[in-house]
T-cell receptor, first 112, second 116 residues
Framework: ETGVTQTPRHLVMGMTNKKSLKCEQH?????MYWYKQSAKKPLELMFV???????ENNSVPSRFSPECPNSSHLFLHLHTLQPEDSALYLC???????????FGPGTRLTVT | AQTVTQSQPEMSVQEAETVTLSCTYD???????LFWYKQPPSRQMILVIR??????QNATENRFSVNFQKAAKSFSLKISDSQLGDTAMYFC?????????????FGTGTLLAVQP
């Protein structure tokens, strides 16, 4: 256990559903990240939060909506997704200004 | 823009043997970090080793070591005495130094299979 947990581990949703992914870190970090991992492609950084403020949004479609209510929790709200959004979604955290990121186990998302 | 290239999609090594995974990167920055991450079938991404670009000495962590060639922008990972538990996807990653946020740029990964 690395101290970063993600729920659920697996999620199947239809294109019209609304669901949320949850990430929680128990490491006292103050920066959190969402990454998308698709087969045969490099990990793509989606969002970065530092001290609960979104500091980076890498041209992610609006059907993905992040939320960081406090420094320990990060959510990714999903609505009207497309089949190409099926992927492994990884959460990570780090001490602000430090270089090491700690990853969660990921949520395997399948959009049908 | 920085890019990271891993030219070996898959590799195989016999248990107890040594294997080297290749990584090249492109950047105009002078100060940065380089990393190797391991992602076993359980999917948990784990940091294996890191290298600060300003350090000339190659980083070593037990059976894992790197060959960092800054001029050539090359950062290979050597795994000695390979073990079955080393079977995983290995990602090379780059990060600029001194940013307020730590944006990691990953390569596409090398799938390593350790054979008994």
């Amino acid at each position: 256990e690395t101290g970063v947990t993600q729920t659920p581990r697996h999620l199947v949703m239809g294109m019209t559903n609304k669901k949320s992914l949850k990430c929680e870190q128990h490491l006292g970090h103050n920066a959190m990240y969402w990454y998308k991992q698709s087969a045969k492609k490099p990990l793509e950084l989606m969002f970065v939060y530092s001290l609960e403020e979104r500091v980076e949004n890498n041209s992610v479609p609006s059907r993905f909506s992040p939320e960081c209510p406090n420094s320990s929790h990060l959510f990714l709200h999903l609505h009207t997704l497309q089949p190409e959004d099926s992927a492994l979604y990884l959460c990570a955290s780090s001490p602000r200004g430090d270089y090491e990121q700690y990853f969660g186990p990921g949520t395997r998302l399948t959009v049908t | 823009a920085q890019t990271v290239t891993q030219s070996q999609p898959e590799m195989s090594v016999q248990e107890a043997e040594t294997v080297t995974l290749s990584c090249t990167y492109d950047t105009s920055e002078n100060n940065y970090y380089l990393f190797w991450y391991k992602q076993p079938p359980s999917r948990q991404m784990i940091l294996v080793i890191r290298q600060e670009a300003y350090k000339q000495q190659n980083a070593t962590e037990n059976r894992f070591s790197v060959n960092f060639q800054k001029a050539a922008k090359s950062f290979s990972l050597k795994i000695s005495d390979s073990q079955l538990g080393d079977t995983a996807m290995y990602f090379c990653a780059f990060m600029n130094y001194g940013g307020a946020t730590n944006k990691l740029i990953f390569g596409t990964g090398t799938l390593l299979a350790v054979q008994p």
